[in-house]
């Protein structure tokens, strides 16, 4: 089997961690093993996040929808549904920024569910 050296690519790696572990604490951001475990964990946590981030938005907008929706004394079940016999194609993260925002536009879609619902 031929030998391999692996000098210019290995390095070229341990470069690209390193970078990404500037800013760490101690060791962290200068020796080899304890830089790349952190900054793999720091890339799995990203990794992760990233889809958690979609869920806790869409959480965010539910409970608002749902609390402005109380407020004109509908649930935000009913709400939905009202909305979706009447025909309104609306997300809910512009129903939520419509319930912050601009009160009588969604108190207006509120009556519309209502009367479909």
Known sequence: MPRVKSNVVR???KKKVMEAAKGYRG????LWKAAKETVERGWAY???DRKQKKRQF???WITRINAAAREHDLSYNR???GLKKAGVEINRKVLADLAVRDPAAFSKLTELAKSHG
């Open 46 to 48: 990203a990794y992760r």
């Open 58 to 60: 869409r959480r965010l």
């Open 27 to 30: 060791g962290r951001s200068k």
């Open 79 to 81: 709400l939905m549904s």
């Open 11 to 13: 390095l070229a790696r």
